[in-house]
């Protein structure tokens, strides 16, 4: 079973602004879209059944068209800093913002805060790991969830 491609290399060109420049090759291009491709794939799948085209209401929806852009943005802020790497200025800034929105946004689908629909406007299946009370995997530490009362300190001496 194949996971869903989000993005392609003509989209990524035309949201880095390389349309018309033919130094940045699709090879080139390519490279930031499989990455892309994966790091957005590898995000929903913390909570929701992949691939989603195997989902009935998939196709179509505002979540298609949403994956689609987030993907987009994420391949073009990657192409964008290794292209202007070591430059700075604005178009360093303009990567990093996209690469931070982006990356954000995923964050949301991660934990949660950001449910994903298809277009009858129902959620997506989620994965069986996260489809209980479960809250997912530990994301910082410490973890607080932990409530046996064991605590153990820097200082202590056993």
Do not use: C, W
């Not at 940045?24 to 989603?52: F, H, M, R, S």
């Not at 943005?73 to 604005?90: M, N, R, V």
């Amino acid at each position: 079973m194949a996971l869903d491609i989000f993005t392609t290399t003509e989209l990524t060109r035309e949201e880095a602004g390389f349309s018309a420049n033919a130094n940045v090759t699709d090879p080139v291009i390519e490279q930031y879209v499989k990455a892309a491709n994966g790091e957005v794939a590898t995000g929903i799948a913390a909570n929701y059944t992949v691939p989603l085209s195997a989902n009935a209401n998939f196709a179509g929806s505002a979540t298609e068209d949403y994956l689609e852009q987030l993907a987009t943005t994420l391949a073009a802020g990657l192409l964008l800093l290794k292209q202007y790497e070591g430059s700075g200025g604005d178009m360093v800034d303009l990567a990093l913002a996209k690469i931070e929105s982006a990356r954000g946004q995923l964050k949301e689908i991660q934990k949660g805060t950001r449910a994903l629909v298809g277009t009858d406007g129902v959620k997506l299946q989620q994965s069986a790991s996260n489809s209980s009370s479960n809250t997912g995997p530990i994301s910082g530490f410490p973890d607080n969830t932990d409530d046996s009362g064991h605590q153990f300190g820097m200082d202590d001496v056993y």
